[in-house]
């Protein structure tokens, strides 16, 4: 069993940054992709980016990539998101994810969930 606690949303102007940190509980943290995930109000959950186990392969959605840059620190159980060059349309309630395998990384289909961090970008 995994619990992972985001933290690090808040509010912020059009070309700002923010920094997300997934803090996940238990001693397996190094055998779990991490994902991180958004989802806006009325629309469906979409894929960011994904980091591999030891952190050697990463995967960017092409709506934020050169933008947003993922890494682990599995000495402290934790994955962040560094996000840059905000735009309005980044504007979601933020969700990191665990999963076992690399395979279908971009599918909302992952074993353990947090609970979100709300990002909003004004304009």
Known sequence: ???LVESGGGLVQVGGSLRLSCAA????FSTYVMGWFRQAPGKE??????ISQIGGSTYYANSVKGRFTISRDNAKNTVY????????EDT?????????????????EYDY???????????
Do not use: H, I
């Open 81 to 88: 998101l560094q996000m840059n060059s905000l735009k309005p």
């Open 1 to 3: 069993q995994v619990q």
């Open 25 to 28: 509980s238990g001693r397996t």
């Open 92 to 108: 979601a309630v933020y969700y990191c994810a665990a999963k076992m395998s690399w395979d279908r990384v971009v599918v909302p």
């Open 45 to 50: 959950r979409e894929f960011v980016v994904a």
């Open 113 to 123: 969930w947090g609970q979100g961090t709300q990002v909003t970008v004004s304009s």
